[in-house]
T-cell receptor, first 112, second 111 residues
Framework: EPEVTQTPSHQVTQMGQEVILRCVPI?????FYWYRQILGQKVEFLVS????????KSEIFDDQFSVERPDGSNFTLKIRSTKLEDSAMYFC??????????FGPGTRLTVL | GEDVEQSLFLSVREGDSSVINCTYT??????LYWYKQEPGAGLQLLTY?????DMKQDQRLTVLLNKKDKHLSLRIADTQTGDSAIYFC???????????FGTGTRLQVFP
């Protein structure tokens, strides 16, 4: 069964460093998303992406964040200068039509 | 605004039914979802219901939607130890495809 994959599973970085989180959505899906879950808190929407552009973003998704689909398979989230409060589990999701979003296993980001 | 609430914890005996509840504030939802999160894992889509439906059954899972009370529930029949996980309800709305998640309910199944 096709699934969303994410790498790395765990990323540790120093405050102020740039990180890139990678996702490979399900191959025939057209809509892509990033969510995050701070430990013990709700899963929060960050950004949605369709047709090579951002379709919606939350207040969390400020100028430090960017997304890209550099080729036909990968979907990346970049955080330019990480802060302690960026420590969270980051989930990528994709969908073919919009109703069913399928999530990846997540990348745990730890900012020291 | 959009707010989705769930009780934090539910403990049931193996073989019993579990009922996980969710309340929401925004009545303009289009779809309502249940996701399962096992320890250290991602979010697994269990089932979803269109907002004009009252009920959906899928094997051991039954989803009930009461739009008047803005209440969604997930019933798991014959609960097994493998059902132990955190269960999230989530909503989507017209003109947006972002999901709004609840706080999650930790289901613990004991023998």
């Amino acid at each position: 069964e096709p699934e969303v994959t994410q790498t790395p599973s765990h990323q540790v970085t120093q405050m102020g460093q740039e990180v890139i989180l990678r996702c490979v959505p399900i191959s025939n899906h057209l809509y892509f998303y990033w969510y995050r879950q701070i430990l013990g808190q709700k899963v929060e929407f960050l950004v949605s992406f369709y047709n090579n552009e951002i379709s919606e973003k939350s207040e969390i998704f400020d100028d430090q964040f960017s997304v890209e689909r550099p080729d036909g398979s990968n979907f990346t989230l970049k955080i330019r200068s990480t802060k302690l409060e960026d420590s969270a589990m980051y989930f990528c999701a994709s969908t073919e039509r919009g109703e069913e979003q399928f999530f990846g296993p997540g990348t745990r980001l730890t900012v020291l | 605004g959009e707010d989705v609430e769930q009780s934090l914890f539910l403990s049931v005996r193996e073989g019993d039914s579990s009922v996980i509840n969710c309340t929401y504030t925004d009545s303009s939802s289009t779809y309502l979802y249940w996701y399962k999160q096992e320890p250290g894992a991602g979010l697994q889509l269990l089932t979803y219901i269109f907002s004009n439906m009252d009920m959906k059954q899928d094997q051991r899972l039954t989803v009930l939607l009461n739009k008047k009370d803005k209440h969604l529930s997930l019933r798991i029949a014959d609960t097994q130890t493998g059902d132990s996980a955190i269960y999230f309800c989530a909503e989507s709305y017209l003109n947006t495809d972002k999901l709004i998640f609840g706080t999650g309910t930790r289901l613990q199944v004991f023998p």
